[in-house]
T-cell receptor
């Protein structure tokens, strides 16, 4: 079946630190990959996506590259801010339908 | 600002009450979704509507009854809920995917936080 594995949180960083949140997946076919962010008290917002191998999604300073050889889609940001504190979900759509498979989520806390 | 609007934002109800959650989108999306999210967990899919027809029901108890009156609206009717149904209920919408390369992202509302007394 399809699955997404994310690193356990919470991840606590100082402002301006480098961020990596690991995400690996298992899927057949041609999955599309997504990162969603959920700020406290809000719904999920699409952060970035990639639809085929070697695609790089980017938005608001965050980046992730679709690596088929390592089945990974790690989220990175060069310099985090306090306002980036949120829960980040990696997700995949295996294709051929409308079902998303989510990872367990990683909470990020950024401190001054 | 989210493009998927959910009302109400908060709802407290007793186990014998009947209430409805509402969701609206004007992005022309033809797929709409209901999710349930418990604290510190990812969203769990409940229902999917495609072109106003129910296409996926993830074995949700019958005390939850979805309805899609038109392509912009999605309702979730609630009756005789249990305390364990307390959660954040999220609505989402997306373009319909085409074939195997279904890469349309889902756009989420801010949810209704439901508490069952």
């Amino acid at each position: 079946g399809n699955s997404v594995t994310q690193m356990e949180g919470p991840v606590t960083l100082s402002e301006e630190a480098f961020l990596t949140i690991n995400c690996t997946y298992t899927a057949t076919g041609y999955p599309s990959l997504f990162w969603y962010v959920q700020y406290p008290g809000e719904g999920l917002q699409l952060l970035l996506k990639a639809t085929k191998a070697d695609d790089k999604g980017s938005n608001k300073g965050f980046e992730a590259t679709y690596r088929k050889e390592t089945t990974s889609f790690h989220l990175e940001k060069g310099s985090v801010q306090v306002s980036d504190s949120a829960v980040y979900f990696c997700a995949l759509n295996p294709g051929g339908g409308n079902k998303l498979t989510f990872g367990t989520g990683t909470q990020l806390k950024v401190e001054l | 600002d989210t493009e998927v609007t959910q009302t109400p934002k908060h709802l407290v109800m007793g186990m014998t009450n009947k209430k409805s959650l509402k969701c609206e989108q004007h992005m022309g999306h033809r797929a709409m979704y209901w999710y349930k999210q418990k604290a510190k967990k990812p969203p769990e899919l409940m229902f999917v509507y495609s072109y106003e027809k129910l296409s996926i029901n993830e074995s949700v108890p019958s005390r939850f009854s979805p309805e899609c009156p038109n392509s912009s609206l999605l309702n979730l009717h609630l009756h005789a809920l249990q305390p364990e149904d307390s959660a954040l209920y999220l609505c989402a919408s997306s373009q319909e995917g085409q074939g195997e390369r279904s890469n349309q992202p889902q756009h989420f509302g801010d949810g209704t936080r439901l508490s069952i007394l």
